[in-house]
């Protein structure tokens, strides 16, 4: 069996997606026996140069969606960036992964070695071939923001672990 460009992101975005909802469960629990507001902990980040806890949720769901639409050839849905609380957050979540198990599975995997254009910052655009394009740009990218997301909530003292952020904690 041949693993197809849908199979693999799907794996890696289900335990993603699973990690987000346990690591900010545990986050909401956090705050709320330390009697902190959600605001507090959603505007935190690990340096003043980085962004928030909220925005870092933010890009995991932006870069798949519209990473996994892009794939399937369609135009992503359009996720508002307004949480002000980790629920809204594990909401957001939720419609991310909704949006993306949606997409067509043999559009996502046809052709996996065609080029795909698409925006890499404010005034510039990357062709990779799509199978990289899924590799190294989207899940690189959810991978990396999910990990910072954790990596917030464990300067704010949650009790987060390796197993939390593999997708297999408890939430």
């Known amino acids: 069996m041949s693993l197809t460009l849908s199979s693999v992101a799907r794996t890696q975005l289900d335990q993603v997606y699973r990690a987000l909802d346990i690591i900010l469960t545990k986050g909401e629990a956090h705050a709320r026996s330390k009697e902190v507001e959600d605001g507090v902990w959603l505007n935190w980040r690990l340096t003043p140069d980085m962004f928030t806890l909220a925005r870092q949720v933010q890009l995991v769901s932006d870069f798949t969606v519209r990473g996994m639409s892009r794939l399937a050839g369609v135009d992503p849905i359009s996720i508002a960036d307004d949480e002000t609380s980790f629920a809204d957050l594990r909401a957001r979540i939720a419609k991310a992964r909704e949006a993306v198990w949606a997409l ?5 995997d046809a052709d996996p070695h065609a080029d795909i254009t698409f925006p890499a910052g404010r005034e510039r655009e990357m062709t990779l071939p799509r199978q990289a394009y899924l ?4 899940l690189t ?3 990396f923001h999910a990990s910072t997301a954790y990596n917030i909530l464990r300067q704010l003292g949650v009790p987060v672990g ?3 952020m593999m997708g297999i904690g408890t939430g």
């Open 162 to 164: 390796k197993a939390d």
């Open 104 to 108: 067509d599975t043999a559009a996502i």
């Open 135 to 138: 590799q190294n740009f989207v």
């Open 141 to 143: 990218n959810a991978l």
